[in-house]
């Protein structure tokens, strides 16, 4: 547990000098605020509009933006030490490669947490602020439902740059991998549940279980269901009224979405030899 | 004394390809043993299996008493020290951070860091980031690593390369303080020169067998290259070469450097004779004996390779 700690607490100082909080709570807030006050653009107009549609928006900056900064800030955690030489050097000292792993995963997971709370607290802060007539008590329950959902959706992808990080055996391949899940996950798959959307005729009762598939998807789910004002702005979300797709169980299904790459890159990193 | 590494006929294969073929070899409590060979020779394969990374496919590996690679590595990883050839730190962190974490990883005392610092010479460099550091630095704070915890078992893999000839001395004198404190020391080296005066023993290794293993005086009767001893005279005067130019030994060589200095190609066991010889010698002002370095001797044993072994590296 001392050794987990140890590389948590290293790999977090590594994220603030080379300022990768900073910057990710930087452009988090920047975009957030900028979403916020030009959100009735699209009618013509300039300033905040509504809290939903202000959330909505959040969100789909955040399903972009999240597991791209996850991808980029993990994809070499095993693989950048490898090259350097010091993954070797780690595996003669007294500390399992579960420790490793999992001491880099709490300190990575640190990081993105702690920016993007920062991050999006600022831009709650200043929606509050300058916004009239915002209800406090919605926008903290809004903003907070974000920044959670937003973590564990980071999580998801620091856990998938794992499973790429522990596979390969150069950072190219890692970071054009990593590019390749984000663009699977976030662009792709959106495309593709639209092609079968447009093509089934009948029934069709199951596409939304498809959503599940991806954890991004499962974010969405969360944001937009949970957040009472939002569902009118989402037909598809109307299904979030019963049974498997209460946020609370999207929400474990996006935990399942961190255990499963956690998981299998943990088995891949302790079988491979040194 | 007891074998701190011990290896029975240990064969390490990947795929079709053997690393290495039937090794046996003991090293001893407090000696310096060097690992001598070409690339793909099987020095670092060999590091690895006494670092518990590889496990054998045949024969038994014994480290400090136990098996690397089994319940015995946590004990041993905290006993023992390792340089990897090639390792850079983390650049964004200063020397004093970067040895604070591995020590904390290592579970040793953190007081030890300050004075491994001073020790390696890196005291006024500690608050620096390592990005700051020359080549030189970065390789004794991957000693200072290495020392952490006072290891009875110190691993450097090519601990020099790269380093001016001063800072491979300094290297090569903290090794040999520790020697002096009872650590049992293994290093490879492909820089021949810098590294004999500092060795107990050599082992070189070729294609993944042994070719020799002994001190450099064993080495040198088992290899019984002839010395090269060379004479001079003073001035210009006399033809020295002329004058040495008969033997009754057909074994010994005799070529002129230049109007006053020769050299001779001497057998081991005709040395004497020749001496005597040289000493007799009319105009003779200087003798100089030069036995046969770490390099030749390498040269010598490595010679029984096939250039298709020689030329297969990792």
């Known amino acids: 547990m001392n050794a987990i700690l140890t590389i948590a607490g290293k790999e977090f100082r590594d994220g603030m000098r080379n300022r990768w909080v900073l910057a990710i709570a930087l452009v988090l807030a920047f975009l957030a605020v900028g979403i916020a006050w030009f959100g009735a653009a699209a009618s013509g107009g300039l300033g905040f509009t509504s809290l939903a549609t202000t959330v909505v928006s959040l969100a789909t900056l955040a399903v972009f933006l999240i597991p791209l900064i996850a991808l980029l800030l993990a994809f070499d955690a095993v693989v950048g030490e490898q090259e350097a030489g010091t993954l070797l050097l780690l595996l003669t000292y007294p500390i399992s490669r579960t420790q490793l792993l999992l001491g880099k995963f709490?300190?990575?997971?640190?990081?993105?947490?702690?920016?993007?709370?920062?991050?999006?607290?600022?831009?709650?802060?200043?929606?509050?602020?300058?916004?009239?007539?915002?209800?406090l008590g919605e926008l903290a329950h809004g903003m907070g439902l974000l920044i959670g959902s937003s973590i564990l959706l980071g999580w998801v992808f620091i856990?998938?740059?794992?499973?790429?990080?522990?596979?390969?055996?150069?950072?190219?391949?890692?970071?054009?991998?990593?590019?390749?899940?984000?663009?699977?996950?976030?662009?792709?798959?959106?495309?593709?549940?639209?092609?079968?959307?447009?093509?089934?005729?009948?029934?069709?009762?199951?596409?939304?279980?498809?959503?599940?598939?991806?954890?991004?998807?499962?974010?969405?789910?969360?944001?937009?269901?949970?957040?009472?004002?939002?569902?009118?702005?989402?037909?598809?979300?109307?299904?979030?009224?019963?049974?498997?797709?209460?946020?609370?169980?999207?929400?474990?299904?996006?935990?399942?979405?961190?255990?499963?790459?956690?998981?299998?890159?943990?088995?891949?990193?302790?079988?491979?030899?040194? | 004394m007891t074998a701190v590494i011990d290896f029975q006929g240990v064969t390490r294969r990947d795929g079709g390809l053997a690393r290495l073929d039937a090794l046996d070899l003991q090293v001893n409590e407090g000696e310096i043993m060097a690992l001598l060979g070409h690339n793909g020779a099987g020095k670092t394969t060999t590091m690895h299996l006494i670092l518990g990374l590889l496990s054998p496919s045949e024969g038994r590996v014994a480290v400090l008493g136990g098996a690397p690679d089994g319940a015995h590595a946590e004990t041993l990883r905290r006993r023992?020290?390792?340089?990897?050839?090639?390792?850079?730190?983390?650049?964004?962190?200063?020397?004093?951070?970067?040895?604070?974490?591995?020590?904390?990883?290592?579970?040793?005392?953190?007081?030890?860091?300050?004075?491994?610092?001073?020790?390696?010479?890196?005291?006024?460099?500690?608050?620096?980031?390592?990005?700051?550091?020359?080549?030189?630095?970065?390789?004794?704070?991957?000693?200072?690593?290495?020392?952490?915890?006072?290891?009875?078992?110190?691993?450097?893999?090519?601990?020099?390369?790269?380093?001016?000839?001063?800072?491979?001395?300094?290297?090569?004198?903290?090794?040999?303080?520790?020697?002096?404190?009872?650590?049992?020391?293994?290093?490879?080296?492909?820089?021949?020169?810098?590294?004999?005066?500092?060795?107990?023993?050599?082992?070189?290794?070729?294609?993944?067998?042994r070719l020799a293993l002994g001190s450099l005086t064993e080495l040198r009767m088992e290899a019984a290259l002839p010395i090269t001893v060379r004479a001079r005279s003073h001035g210009a005067g006399g033809d020295l070469a002329g004058r040495l130019a008969d033997w009754e030994d057909p074994r010994i060589g005799i070529s002129a450097l230049n109007g006053h200095e020769v050299s001779l190609s001497v057998p081991p066991d005709a040395k004497l004779a020749v001496l005597r010889r040289l000493t007799d010698t009319a105009g003779v002002e200087d003798i100089e004996l030069l036995p046969p370095t770490l390099e030749h001797l390498y040269t010598h044993f490595s010679a029984e390779l096939s250039p298709q072994q020689r030329g297969d590296s990792e």
């Not at chain 1, 169980?249 to 790459?261: D, E, F, K, S």
């Not at chain 2, 020391?185 to 492909?190: C, F, G, K, Q, T």
């Open chain 2, 80 to 209: 023992l020290g390792y340089l990897p050839e090639n390792v850079s730190f983390y650049e964004q962190l200063s020397g004093r951070e970067v040895l604070d974490y591995f020590a904390r990883l290592k579970r040793v005392d953190r007081g030890q860091v300050s004075e491994l610092l001073d020790r390696v010479g890196l005291g006024h460099a500690a608050e620096r980031r390592v990005k700051t550091y020359s080549k030189g630095m970065r390789q004794r704070l991957g000693l200072a690593q290495a020392l952490l915890g006072d290891p009875r078992l110190l691993l450097l893999d090519e601990p020099t390369t790269g380093l001016d000839p001063a800072a491979t001395r300094d290297f090569y004198d903290t090794v040999r303080g520790l020697r002096d404190r009872g650590c049992t020391v293994l290093l490879s080296s492909h820089v021949l020169p810098g590294v004999e005066p500092y060795i107990d023993r050599a082992l070189i290794l070729g294609g993944g067998r």
């Open chain 1, 106 to 135: 709490l300190g990575h997971g640190l990081i993105l947490g702690a920016a993007t709370a920062l991050g999006f607290s600022v831009a709650g802060a200043v929606i509050a602020v300058g916004a009239e007539g915002v209800a």
């Open chain 1, 159 to 274: 856990a998938f740059a794992y499973l790429i990080s522990v596979c390969v055996s150069e950072k190219a391949r890692a970071a054009g991998l990593a590019l390749v899940v984000w663009f699977l996950f976030v662009l792709v798959f959106d495309l593709g549940l639209l092609a079968l959307l447009v093509s089934v005729e009948r029934g069709g009762d199951w596409l939304p279980w498809l959503l599940l598939l991806n954890p991004a998807e499962c974010f969405r789910l969360i944001n937009l269901a949970g957040f009472e004002a939002a569902r009118s702005y989402s037909g598809l979300t109307s299904i979030a009224e019963s049974g498997v797709f209460r946020p609370a169980m999207v929400t474990a299904i996006l935990v399942a979405w961190i255990a499963a790459p956690l998981g299998l890159a943990l088995l891949r990193f302790r079988r491979r030899t040194a």
